[in-house]
């Protein structure tokens, strides 16, 4: 970040105590490489002296990357970046804003400063989603999957695609719920995306569009837009066979495994720069502005997930350079960020590991890419079932999952269960249970759904992939276990079943491989919930077999 004349200090106990020593409040600046707007505000508010001289004297500034420490961005984010909140030496809100000016930011410190001396600590609030109450449970049945099938028509933009009359952000997970459900509108959206989020001279997708009919384009490329969005083509292929989805995809992959690529990973994202000024010429004409920004975290979710996309695009293709650098990013997430012994995962790689440890997002993530390296490359399954382990027995709490660990400076010690990472995880242990034959691993992601079944009226399209963990719960996953070596018909053809919600398990013929039915070898069998296919030997019987257990 720029420069500033603030003493920030870093996010821990230690600043918390401070505040608490001096009797002063804390000043959160929540932060990100990729955001503009922060760049700004260190270069036009806290670079103005005055005002950094007036927050070192009554305040604690604490500056947070909201990429390396998600947690803190959920209890305390103002709806955007940057956001600048006032707390408690508890970790209380006192107050909050986005985007601060000099002006503004003067002002704000005043009203701050006064209420602190007038109430003090009472003037601090925790958030009602910290409040410890439990989500509203229900049962979980095709209710949900209906409902949620029904908004993508309230919600869809006849006009311009996408869903929502306002910004359009790219929601690969409804487009993939979209794809078995209202496949056209997923293709237009797809195609929308294509045409005005997607940068066409390096490759790679913008993070959203601030407009209904997708201009005002935010051009900043991070790494779980573009991971998400490289998967969600690669399925619109999958079940089109558009040589044109292909393409965007395999481009897609190419800025990930290039422009974002560190060396040992997937970098965590690239800033707007100068935008439409710079994103509008050609290679030659970039070459002649300043480059923008580039984040080189390599983040273990982000990079779970990276690997997931270009696994999926490689086993679709037979893409080569996909399956290679999926394989180097596994090895890094291996060597570096996961704990095989115990399943614990550690947030981010710079030169060294760092941030939290067994934020639910990353666990999910790295549970749901090492079961799908089973079904590409033929391992994986045992680094997906010890992290599993590890997510059940820390995270999951009264039915459903908490964000991490209840522990750390600030609100962290508060639960907070968000629904969406929930999903996250419960899908992810769903494909487990299924590609093990492990019943807890099922049980738990469905005692997780039935967690928030009891306000599914409320959910909108942006949880359409609730609607998609609960149908699998209540219809049941294509499996397809086949006993071969990766790379062989039976295996290609497997992945090539019209279904981007299957498990596929390669090398379920060996002994070392947990699988709940171990076909002989060269053959494979195909499982749906108790019911099984006889041994096939063949594609052409594979497919046969699929469309006759559906």
Same mark, same amino acid.
């Given at each position: 970040?720029?420069?500033?004349?603030?003493?920030?200090?870093?996010?821990?106990?230690?600043?918390?105590?401070?505040?608490?020593?001096?009797?002063? *409040?804390?000043?959160?600046?929540?932060?990100?490489?990729?955001?503009?707007?922060?760049?700004?505000?260190?270069?036009?508010?806290?670079?103005?002296?005055?005002?950094?001289?007036?927050?070192?004297?009554?305040?604690?500034?604490?500056?947070?990357?909201?990429?390396?420490?998600?947690?803190?961005?959920?209890?305390?984010?103002?709806?955007?970046?940057?956001?600048?909140?006032?707390?408690?030496?508890?970790? =209380?809100?006192?107050?909050?804003?986005?985007?601060?000016?000099?002006?503004?930011?003067?002002?704000?410190?005043?009203?701050?400063?006064?209420?602190?001396?007038?109430?003090?600590?009472?003037?601090?609030?925790?958030? @009602?989603?910290?409040?410890?109450?439990?989500?509203?449970?229900?049962?979980?049945?095709?209710?949900?999957?209906?409902?949620?099938?029904?908004?993508?028509?309230?919600?869809?933009?006849?006009?311009?695609?996408?869903?929502?009359?306002?910004?359009?952000? *790219?929601?690969? @997970?409804?487009?993939?719920?979209?794809?078995?459900?209202? @496949?056209?509108?997923?293709?237009?959206?797809?195609?929308?995306?294509?045409?005005?989020? #997607?940068?066409?001279?390096?490759?790679?997708?913008?993070?959203?569009?601030?407009?209904?009919?997708?201009?005002?384009?935010?051009?900043?490329?991070?790494?779980?837009?573009?991971?998400?969005?490289?998967?969600? !083509?690669?399925?619109?292929?999958?079940?089109?066979?558009?040589?044109?989805?292909?393409?965007?995809?395999?481009?897609?992959?190419? !800025?990930?495994?290039?422009?974002?690529?560190?060396?040992?990973?997937?970098?965590?994202?690239?800033?707007?720069?100068?935008?439409?000024?710079?994103?509008?010429?050609?290679?030659?004409?970039?070459?002649?502005? &300043?480059?923008?920004?580039?984040?080189?975290?390599?983040?273990?979710?982000?990079?779970?997930?990276?690997?997931?996309?270009?696994?999926?695009?490689?086993?679709?293709?037979?893409?080569?350079?996909?399956?290679?650098?999926?394989?180097?990013?596994?090895?890094?997430?291996?060597?570096?960020?996961?704990?095989?012994?115990?399943?614990?995962?550690?947030?981010?790689?710079?030169? =060294?590991?760092?941030?939290?440890?067994?934020?639910?997002?990353?666990?999910?993530?790295?549970?749901?890419?090492?079961?799908?390296?089973?079904?590409?490359?033929?391992?994986?399954?045992?680094?997906?079932?010890?992290?599993?382990?590890?997510?059940?027995?820390?995270?999951?709490?009264?039915?459903?999952?908490?964000?991490?660990?209840?522990?750390?400076?600030?609100?962290?010690?508060?639960?907070?269960?968000?629904?969406?990472?929930?999903?996250?995880?419960?899908?992810?242990?769903?494909?487990?249970?299924?590609?093990?034959?492990?019943?807890?691993?099922?049980?738990?992601?469905?005692? &997780?759904?039935?967690?928030?079944?009891?306000?599914?009226?409320?959910?909108?399209?942006?949880?359409?992939?609730?609607?998609?963990?609960?149908? #699998?719960?209540?219809?049941?996953?294509?499996?397809?276990?086949?006993?071969?070596?990766?790379?062989?018909?039976?295996?290609?053809?497997?992945?090539?079943?019209?279904?981007?919600?299957?498990?596929?398990?390669?090398?379920?013929?060996?002994?070392?491989?947990?699988?709940?039915?171990?076909?002989?070898?060269?053959?494979?069998?195909?499982?749906?919930?108790?019911?099984?296919?006889?041994?096939?030997?063949?594609?052409?019987?594979?497919?046969?077999?699929?469309?006759?257990?559906?």
């Amino acid at each position: 970040m720029t420069e500033t004349h603030v003493e920030w200090r870093d996010w821990g106990p230690d600043a918390f105590a401070e505040a608490a020593e001096t009797d002063r *409040p804390v000043l959160l600046a929540l932060t990100a490489t990729w955001c503009d707007g922060c760049h700004e505000m260190d270069a036009k508010t806290y670079g103005e002296p005055r005002i950094a001289a007036n927050i070192n004297e009554s305040f604690v500034p604490i500056r947070v990357d909201v990429d390396r420490w998600p947690r803190v961005r959920e209890r305390y984010n103002m709806g955007g970046f940057p956001s600048t909140v006032f707390l408690t030496p508890g970790g =209380e809100l006192l107050t909050g804003a986005g985007y601060l000016g000099p002006d503004g930011m003067r002002q704000v410190l005043e009203s701050v400063r006064d209420r602190w001396t007038e109430d003090g600590d009472a003037a601090g609030r925790v958030p @009602r989603a910290l409040a410890g109450d439990l989500p509203p449970s229900g049962e979980v049945t095709e209710a949900i999957e209906e409902h949620l099938a029904g908004q993508l028509d309230v919600q869809f933009d006849a006009e311009h695609a996408g869903w929502g009359d306002d910004a359009k952000f *790219p929601l690969p @997970r409804t487009i993939e719920f979209a794809l078995k459900r209202e @496949r056209s509108q997923a293709l237009r959206t797809l195609d929308a995306i294509s045409t005005n989020l #997607r940068d066409d001279v390096a490759g790679g997708f913008f993070r959203y569009a601030g407009t209904r009919d997708w201009n005002d384009v935010h051009h900043e490329k991070p790494i779980d837009a573009n991971a998400a969005l490289t998967r969600a !083509f690669a399925n619109a292929y999958l079940h089109t066979g558009d040589a044109a989805y292909e393409e965007i995809a395999h481009e897609a992959v190419g !800025f990930l495994t290039d422009d974002l690529w560190t060396g040992i990973g997937v970098g965590g994202s690239i800033g707007p720069g100068e935008g439409r000024a710079y994103y509008a010429r050609d290679a030659d004409g970039r070459a002649e502005r &300043t480059a923008p920004r580039r984040d080189h975290t390599v983040l273990a979710g982000g990079n779970a997930l990276a690997a997931d996309a270009l696994l999926t695009y490689a086993a679709y293709t037979d893409d080569d350079h996909a399956r290679e650098y999926a394989e180097r990013i596994l090895g890094t997430l291996e060597r570096e960020l996961v704990d095989a012994s115990t399943g614990e995962v550690t947030r981010y790689l710079t030169e =060294e590991p760092g941030g939290e440890t067994d934020v639910l997002e990353d666990l999910a993530r790295v549970i749901a890419v090492f079961t799908r390296a089973q079904g590409v490359l033929g391992e994986g399954i045992d680094v997906a079932q010890t992290v599993a382990d590890r997510a059940i027995e820390t995270l999951f709490v009264d039915g459903s999952f908490l964000d991490g660990p209840r522990e750390g400076a600030g609100l962290l010690d508060h639960p907070f269960r968000p629904l969406d990472t929930n999903v996250e995880v419960a899908t992810a242990l769903l494909d487990l249970g299924i590609a093990t034959g492990t019943d807890r691993y099922v049980d738990v992601a469905h005692e &997780t759904a039935a967690a928030f079944a009891g306000a599914t009226d409320r959910y909108g399209v942006q949880l359409a992939s609730y609607g998609s963990l609960t149908a #699998r719960l209540c219809h049941g996953t294509p499996a397809v276990f086949v006993g071969t070596e990766p790379g062989t018909d039976l295996h290609r053809a497997a992945w090539r079943v019209a279904d981007h919600g299957k498990v596929v398990v390669v090398n379920a013929h060996r002994e070392e491989v947990p699988t709940p039915i171990a076909p002989d070898a060269g053959t494979a069998i195909v499982v749906v919930s108790a019911d099984h296919s006889d041994p096939v030997e063949t594609p052409d019987e594979l497919l046969n077999a699929v469309s006759a257990m559906r």
